[in-house]
């Protein structure tokens, strides 16, 4: 109790308290002012990406075939191909971002990455195997990446004794397994034909290219579905601040709540990696700009979805203007996240110097 006889306020600084006459919510005014600001520049970078090009079309002549009164060229090229493709990226780059978040947030360590679960390696030993079992080496169904990558954390979780525990155990025991899978994966691409190389090639170092509704229908059926559990881990995972005492103490059952997050990150992660390939550093980079923005008491999993969604529409604009030939979104994001980990890197070590 306060001096003055009444109970102190324990409101976080960054939000406010809404009630009604039965009902009270806690309003985060920083992570609301995070989103709303990042929507807005999500609509432009869609914008961009649509126009951008590397066949000399005019942003008129852009806007004309997104409108359907252009010639037929351009209608198609801008309907049929440019924006379905950005709109696949805006969802993979979500589903990568939440990911991120997700796994980031169970082992309390912002390098932490869907890729140390196994995810990228399973998906890619997937496709790799499709590949060799095809006599014309073509890449197989994107649904083949989220079912390698379930897989390969299955796998995982089972080498490390159960998803219940703590994170650092099952990321520990992911990265050898990822890079046992890895190795298998190598050496059974370094035996076929130059065709099936190039082929699984390209999915392999993250590429938007060709995509279009055959498979961003059944990846927003899969958002739709999977980012509201998302949210709803996210709220529970805030608890995870405290001991584990302190949490089982508020009611919550730690070991089906790591369970469950980690479930929802591999979901997610592998849906992405199938349908994008392994794009490098978006599930890295997107929880800790979100955090940024979001503030350190939240766990920002819309945040985390938002600024990955902008980083893929921005990668993918970037690779088809910045070079003769267009890179793909994989080598994009590599090329730049090389710096953001070393960003990363140096802070961390300042902020512990300080501590």
């Given at each position: ?12 600084p960054d939000s406010t308290v809404l009630r009604t006459t039965t009902l009270s919510w806690l309003f985060p005014r920083r992570s609301a002012l995070a989103a709303a600001l990042l929507v807005p520049l999500l609509l432009v970078l869609i914008a961009l990406a649509v126009m951008a090009s590397s066949t000399g079309m005019s942003p008129a002549q ?294």
């Amino acid at each position: 109790m306060t001096p003055s006889g009444t109970a102190p306020d324990v409101t976080p600084p960054d939000s406010t308290v809404l009630r009604t006459t039965t009902l009270s919510w806690l309003f985060p005014r920083r992570s609301a002012l995070a989103a709303a600001l990042l929507v807005p520049l999500l609509l432009v970078l869609i914008a961009l990406a649509v126009m951008a090009s590397s066949t000399g079309m005019s942003p008129a002549q852009t806007l004309s075939g997104l409108l359907g009164t252009g010639d037929p060229g351009s209608v198609m090229i801008v309907r049929d191909f440019r924006l379905p493709r950005v709109l696949v990226g805006l969802m993979v780059g979500a589903a990568l971002g939440v990911s991120g978040c997700l796994t980031q947030t169970l082992a309390g360590n912002r390098l932490a990455t869907p890729d140390l679960l196994g995810v990228n390696e399973g998906a890619t030993a997937a496709v790799v195997a499709s590949a060799a079992g095809s006599a014309t080496g073509m890449v197989g169904g994107w649904w083949l990446g989220p079912l390698g990558a379930v897989a390969a954390a299955a796998l995982v979780v089972l080498c490390a004794g159960g998803a219940g525990g703590r994170g650092y155990r099952v990321l520990v025991v992911g990265i050898g397994v990822s890079t046992f899978i890895g190795a298998v994966g190598d050496l059974v691409m370094s035996r076929q034909n130059d065709n099936t190389a190039g082929g699984v090639f390209l999915w392999a170092v993250g590429s938007l290219n060709g995509r279009d509704g055959g498979v961003g229908t059944p990846l927003l059926i899969a958002l739709l579905f999977l980012l509201p559990l998302s949210l709803a881990a996210g709220h529970h995972l805030q608890l995870l601040r405290f001991d584990d005492d302190m949490a089982a103490s508020l009611g919550v059952d730690l070991r089906r709540l790591r369970a469950a997050a980690l479930a929802l990150a591999v979901a997610l992660a592998g849906i992405a990696v199938g349908v994008g390939g392994p794009i490098a550093f978006v599930a890295l980079a997107a929880p800790v700009l979100a955090q940024r923005l979001s503030g350190a008491t939240r766990v920002p999993v819309l945040g985390s979805a938002l600024t990955g969604a902008a980083l893929i529409v921005a990668a993918d604009a970037l690779g088809r203007v910045a070079a003769p030939v267009e890179l793909p979104v994989g080598v994009v994001t590599s090329v730049l996240g090389g710096p953001f980990l070393l960003w990363v890197l140096f802070r961390s070590d300042r902020t512990t110097r300080k501590a």
